[in-house]
C-alpha cells in the first residue's frame, strides 16, 4: 500500500469520525414496540433551552448513536436477524459462488482486490433463502394478515413521540385553517400496524427489507407516510478505503436521506456493494443491470438473460432492498423516442433500447418478468420498476413513449402483486409544472396506487447547477400529489459528479420538498417542528431556532457572520433591525395592549373604527384634506 | 481618507469593472420602436457554436454594453427625458430644501458627509413635478387612451426577439402537448403596445417610472406580462464608497433583479440613494418608512404625517419609483395579532402598530392615504401597498389578521385608482403549499387584480439556512397562479445580513422560480429557451448549454470540476456515464433504427407486440419458465 492511499484513508477515517457526531443538543432515543416489545425503534431528541424537548424522525442509524460501538469491518448489529428467523420460512445456502467478474472487468489486478477483500473478510455471511415454495415478502405476510416486527417498527416510527406535539396543536381555530389537503391520501391521525399492514397489502407502500440485509432499520414507502427522499451514491474512480466507501453512506443518511440507491459502476463493484450494505441502516437499492453490463465489457448487445439473472442472484444474497429493472421499455416503444428533442436518457433505458434494436427482439427482462418476481420473493428485493423512457427534458414530458411504458409498468405492477413482490414505479424526470398534476393521476390510475418514485422532476431547463431548486419545486408539488419517494437531484445534476457538499445540498432541498408535501398533505405530525422552530425565532431562542433546522451548523454559521458574539445568541434582537428597533419586540407589547384593553373593548374599537371606515368611505374620502405644494 | 478605505474602494471598483464584463459568448443589442422609432429596447444576444442566436430578456442594463461609457459620479445617461418633457405636463423646480436630517440622526461627521456628497456632486438634477392640476402617471395617460414610449418599451421588452423561438415551435403536436395552463391570465401570443396601455388603464399592471428617474428602462408588472422578481439591497454599517454601494445594485441586475429595493436604514440614507437612483437602469423601490423612522430618532411614537410626508417628497423627488406604504394596518386590527405564534414581523407592520397603540389612534397612512395619493401623482410614484400583518410562519398564514388587511388594501387600491395613481399589493411571507392558491384567490378578489407582489412565500419553517429553496417552491406555485412580482429570499433570511454571493444565490432561485412559472402559465416566448439549452444539451455542445443557463460561470465551473481539459468540452459524452457507454449517443442509434425501419414497419411491429402481449397476459405468464436453484 503506497503513501497517497495511506493519506486517503486517514482523512476518510477522519470524516467519518466526524460524520459520527451527534446533531447538536440531541440524543439518540429509542421507542420499544407493543406487539414485538424487543423493537427499538429510533428519534432523534432535541433538548430545547427552554425545557421542551423535540423529538424527530431520524434516518442516521447508530451511527449519531454515542453509544454505539461501530467497526466498519464488522458491519452494524444484525437487529432483525432475529425476526427473519423466527419466522421459521427461510433457510441458510452456500450460496452462489462468486467469481472474479463480480468485480467487472475493470477490477484492480487480484492482488489489490484481494486485499480489499480480505479488508472486510469479516462482513461475509451466508446468505439466506425462502425455504423451498415459500414467500418472504412482506407483501406475503401482510396478504395473510400477518403483522411483522417490520410492519409494527415503520407504524412507530411514522408516529414518532407524539406528545411533545400537543402544545403546538392546542389551538382548535389554528388547527382548522391549517388542515392539510390530502389531495385523495387516506393518512390516518396514528398510524397503527395493522394500517401498515394493509396498506402492504393493497400494494399501496413497500417496506423495502431484504432477508439479506438484517441491518436495516425498516421504512416503508407510500403516499400514506411520510414523503421520503433517496440519494444516489457511487464508487470513485480510485477506491481507496471500506471507510471511503461507507462514509458516503453515513453522510447521505445523517443529512436525512431515507434510502441509498448505489449505482456504482467503476471497478470492485461487489466489494464494495458488500461494504455499503453490511454497514446501512437504510434500503439500499441498485440497478442490477449496470453490473451486468460490466460483466460484458459495457458492449450492452453482449447482455443475455442469463447473465442478467445471475447478477440478480448476486446482489439478492448480498442483501439489496430494492432493483431498479427497466422492464416497461418494450421493442415497439423505442421508435416513440425519435423524435424527441432528447431521446432516451436514463442509462438504464438506453441499454436495453440499444439490446433490443441490436437483436430486433423484445426485452429479455420484459419477456422474463416473472422469472425475476421468482427471485424478488426468495429475498424479499422489491421491484423499482425503472422509467427507461422518462423525458430529459420538459420538452419531451408526458409525451407517447413516457405513457406507453408507463401503461406496461402498470401490467408489470400486477403480474408482481401476483407474485406478492413489493413494487414501486419510477417517475420522471423533466415536467413543467402545469403538467406534474397529470402526471401524477395517470401513475395512480395506471399503476393501481403502487408507491411513486420520481427523480425531481425538473420544472424547467434553465438552470444548469442549480437544478436542485429547480427541481426541489417540482418534487415538493408531486410530493404532495402523491408521490411517495423523492429521488433527490444535486446542484451537479447534469455537469458531473456530485461531491460531498453537493450530495448535501442534494438532500437539504429534497427534505425541504419532502416536509412542504407532508405539510401541505397535512400529516397529522409534520408541522410541529416547523411550529416549535418558529416560537424559538420568535422568543429569540437563537440556539433552539438553528438546532430546529434541518441543518443546525449552516444556520448558526450564518448568523455568526453577522453577529458572531455569544452574547447575539441570547439578545433579543437580531442583525435584521438591531438592537433598537425590533418587530418582535413590539409584538409583545401588542400582546400587552390587546390584554390590557381587553378583547371586549379591542372589539368595540373594531366595530367603532370600522363604522367610521365605512362613512370615510361614503363620503368619499372626507378625510381628504389639498396638499400643499412644496416649493 | 484612510488606507483601508482607499483600500476598500479599490476592491469594489474592481468588483464593478467585473461586473460589468458581459455574459460568455453574449452581446447586447437595441429593438427600436415603432410608433417610438427613438426606443432602444435591450436584449442580450447569445451566439451559439452552431450559428444560432438565441435572444434573451437582459435587465443589467448599460453595466454589459461593452460600448457604453459609464461614469457612476455622472449617473447613467437619461434615455427617458425627451419623452417625459415632451408631454409637456411637467415642470421644474427648486425642489425641497435638503436639511441634515435627510442623511439621518446616524450619519457620518459632516465633514466626512460633505465628502461624501462631493464625490458625486455631478449626479445632482433639478426636481421634476407635474404641473398645477396634472396627473402624470402613466396610468393617466393609459387611461387618456395614450400608448405611451414606456408602454411600447415595455411590449417590445415582453415580446423580445421572437424570430430565433420558430425553430423550436415547429412540431404542431408538441406545442398542444406542453400548451401551459394559464390559471386565469390572459396572456395574448404577441404582446401589443395598445395591450400594455389597457392592462395599465384597468390596473392589471404598472410601469414603475417615476418622472425623477428618466435613466430607467421600462418594465411591467402584471399577471399577463412575465414574473418578475425584486432584490433588496441596504447601504452597510461603513458605506466607503458611491462604488460599493452602486456595485450591489449591478449585482443584483446582472443575474436578473427586475427591480431594487433600497432598503437603508443606516447612515447617509439620503446620499447613498442619490448614488443608486441615478446610476440604476431599473425601477428602484424604498420603505419610506424607515428614513421617516431615522429623522425621529428610531422613536416610532414619534413620527408624524408631517415628517412622513416630508419625507415622501424628499425621496419623490429623487426618482424613487415606488413606495412601501403600510397603510393597511389599522388600529382595529393590531388586537388580531395577540394569539398568532409570531405576532407582527413586518417591520413596517410594526412601527405603525407601535405609533397607533402609543396615540391610541388610527395610522396616519391610513387617515392621510389620499395626500399620498396627491403627492403619487406629481412624480408618478406607484404605490406598492405593504403587508403590515404578514404572517411570520407557516402557523399564522392567511389568518384574520392577514386577510382584515388585504381586505383594507383593496379598498386602498380603488382609492389610489380614482387618482389613477399606479398600485400593487405586498402578500406574504409564510404560507404552507396547500393554502398558497386561498391566499392568491383572496387577492385577485379583494383587490381588484391588483399585480400581487409576493415575499416568497416560503412553504416551511424548518430551512434556515436555506429558505431561499423553501420559498423558491412557494414563489414558483404563487407566480404560476397569479404573481405579478416575487421578491426574493436569501439563504441568509431570518439569520443575518446577505452577503455578495448570497445576493446571486436568491436571486438565481427565484429566476428559476420566476421562470417556472412563466412556463406554467403558458407564456409564449418562455419555454424555447429551456428547448434551446436542451437541444445544446443533446448535441454535446456544452459551451452552449453554459451560456444559454442562468449563470454560465457556475455551470462550466461544476463541469471543469469532474472533466477540466478543453477536449472535453466538445467530446460527445459526460463524466456521468463516461466515453465508452452513453445514453445520449445511443438515441441517435434509435432515430437511425427508427429511420431504417420506416415508420410504417415500425407500426406493424408495434401492432405485432400489442398481439403477443395480450397473448402473454391472457395466457398468465405462458413465458414463465420456472427458476432454477442455484444452490
Given at each position: ?94 450460496g452462489r459462488p462468486p467469481v472474479a467478474l463480480d468485480d467487472g472487468q475493470k477490477s ?155 449505482l456504482s459502476t467503476g471497478k470492485?463493484i461487489h466489494?464494495?456493494r ?12 441498485t440497478v442490477p443491470i449496470y453490473q451486468a453490463l460490466e460483466k460484458v465489457g459495457g458492449i450492452a448487445e453482449d447482455l443475455t438473460w442469463e447473465i442478467f439473472r445471475d447478477t440478480l442472484v448476486e446482489q439478492a444474497e448480498q442483501?439489496v432492498?430494492?432493483f431498479t429493472i427497466h422492464a416497461g421499455i418494450r421493442l415497439a416503444y423505442i ?9 432516451i436518457?436514463s442509462r438504464g433505458g438506453s441499454i436495453m433500447a440499444k439490446w433490443c434494436m441490436a437483436h430486433h427482439r423484445e426485452s429479455f427482462l420484459y419477456e422474463h418478468f416473472e422469472d425475476i418476481c421468482d427471485i424478488m420473493k426468495q429475498y424479499?428485493v422489491?421491484f423499482s420498476l425503472g422509467?427507461g423512457l ?15 411504458e408507463?401503461?406496461t409498468?402498470?401490467?408489470l405492477?400486477?403480474v408482481a402483486?401476483?407474485?406478492?413482490v ?210
Amino acid at each position: 500500500m503506497n503513501a497517497p492511499d495511506t493519506l486517503a484513508r486517514e482523512k476518510f477515517a477522519d470524516l467519518l469520525a466526524l460524520t459520527r457526531e451527534p446533531f447538536p443538543a440531541s440524543r439518540k432515543a429509542y421507542i420499544p414496540g407493543q406487539l414485538h416489545p424487543e423493537l427499538r425503534v429510533p428519534v432523534r431528541d432535541i433538548a430545547l433551552t427552554n425545557g421542551e424537548t423535540v423529538s424527530v424522525y431520524d434516518t442516521s442509524g447508530p451511527y449519531t448513536d454515542a453509544t454505539a460501538v461501530i467497526d466498519v469491518r464488522k458491519g452494524l448489529p444484525s437487529v432483525r436477524s432475529a425476526w427473519i428467523e423466527g419466522r421459521g420460512d427461510v433457510e441458510h445456502y452456500q450460496g452462489r459462488p462468486p467469481v472474479a467478474l463480480d468485480d467487472g472487468q475493470k477490477s484492480d489486478d487480484a492482488a489489490r482486490l484481494a486485499a480489499l477483500r480480505a479488508e472486510a473478510a469479516a462482513l461475509q455471511r451466508q446468505p439466506l433463502r425462502a425455504k423451498s415454495g415459500a414467500n418472504v415478502t412482506q407483501m406475503h405476510y401482510a396478504k395473510k394478515g400477518i403483522i411483522t416486527p417490520e410492519m409494527e417498527f415503520v407504524a412507530i416510527r411514522e408516529n414518532g413521540k407524539r406528545e411533545w406535539m400537543a402544545q403546538y396543536q392546542q389551538d382548535a381555530a389554528r388547527e382548522q385553517r391549517l388542515m392539510g389537503n390530502p389531495l385523495g391520501a387516506s393518512i390516518p391521525k396514528i398510524i397503527t400496524p395493522e394500517f401498515v399492514r394493509d396498506e402492504v397489502a393493497r400494494g399501496r407502500a413497500i417496506i423495502p427489507a431484504n432477508i439479506n440485509h438484517p441491518e436495516v432499520e425498516p421504512m416503508a414507502i407510500g403516499r400514506n407516510f411520510l414523503v421520503k427522499i433517496n440519494a444516489n451514491i457511487g464508487n470513485s474512480a480510485v477506491t481507496s478505503s471500506i471507510e471511503e466507501e461507507v462514509e458516503k453512506l453515513v453522510w447521505s443518511i445523517r443529512w436525512g436521506a431515507d434510502n441509498v440507491m448505489d449505482l456504482s459502476t467503476g471497478k470492485n463493484i461487489h466489494t464494495t456493494r458488500d461494504w455499503i450494505v453490511r454497514n446501512s441502516p437504510v434500503p439500499i437499492g441498485t440497478v442490477p443491470i449496470y453490473q451486468a453490463l460490466e460483466k460484458v465489457g459495457g458492449i450492452a448487445e453482449d447482455l443475455t438473460w442469463e447473465i442478467f439473472r445471475d447478477t440478480l442472484v448476486e446482489q439478492a444474497e448480498q442483501g439489496v432492498d430494492y432493483f431498479t429493472i427497466h422492464a416497461g421499455i418494450r421493442l415497439a416503444y423505442i421508435h416513440l423516442t425519435a423524435n424527441r428533442r432528447t431521446g432516451i436518457v436514463s442509462r438504464g433505458g438506453s441499454i436495453m433500447a440499444k439490446w433490443c434494436m441490436a437483436h430486433h427482439r423484445e426485452s429479455f427482462l420484459y419477456e422474463h418478468f416473472e422469472d425475476i418476481c421468482d427471485i424478488m420473493k426468495q429475498y424479499d428485493v422489491a421491484f423499482s420498476l425503472g422509467d427507461g423512457l422518462r423525458p430529459g427534458c420538459a420538452s419531451d414530458a408526458n409525451d407517447e413513449a413516457q405513457f406507453a411504458e408507463l401503461h406496461t409498468l402498470g401490467e408489470l405492477t400486477q403480474v408482481a402483486w401476483k407474485h406478492d413482490v413489493q413494487t414501486m414505479i419510477e417517475g420522471p424526470g423533466h415536467v413543467p409544472m402545469h403538467m406534474i398534476q397529470a402526471n401524477m393521476t395517470e401513475q395512480l390510475k395506471t399503476c393501481h396506487e403502487a408507491p411513486f418514485y420520481t427523480l425531481g422532476p425538473l420544472t424547467i431547463d434553465i438552470a444548469p447547477g442549480y437544478d436542485h431548486i429547480a427541481s426541489a419545486i417540482g418534487a415538493a408539488m408531486i410530493g404532495w400529489m402523491g408521490t411517495a419517494m423523492l429521488c433527490y437531484v444535486t446542484p451537479k445534476e447534469h455537469l458531473g459528479l456530485p461531491d460531498r457538499d453537493d450530495v448535501k445540498q442534494g438532500i437539504i432541498a429534497y427534505k425541504i420538498a419532502a416536509h412542504a408535501a407532508d405539510v401541505a398533505k397535512g400529516h397529522p405530525g409534520a408541522r410541529a417542528r416547523d411550529d416549535a422552530l418558529s416560537q424559538a425565532r420568535f422568543d429569540f431562542r437563537w440556539q433552539d431556532q438553528f438546532n430546529l433546522g434541518l441543518d443546525p451548523e449552516t444556520a448558526k454559521e450564518y448568523h455568526d457572520e453577522t453577529l458572531p458574539k455569544d452574547a447575539a445568541k441570547v439578545a433579543h434582537f437580531c442583525s435584521m433591525c438591531g438592537p433598537k428597533f425590533c418587530s418582535m419586540k413590539i409584538t409583545q407589547e401588542v400582546r400587552d395592549f390587546a390584554a390590557q384593553k381587553g378583547l371586549a373593548e379591542a372589539q368595540a374599537l373594531e366595530q367603532g373604527l370600522h363604522a367610521k371606515a365605512e362613512e370615510f368611505q361614503q363620503g368619499g374620502g372626507s378625510l381628504y384634506v389639498p396638499i400643499k405644494r412644496v416649493d
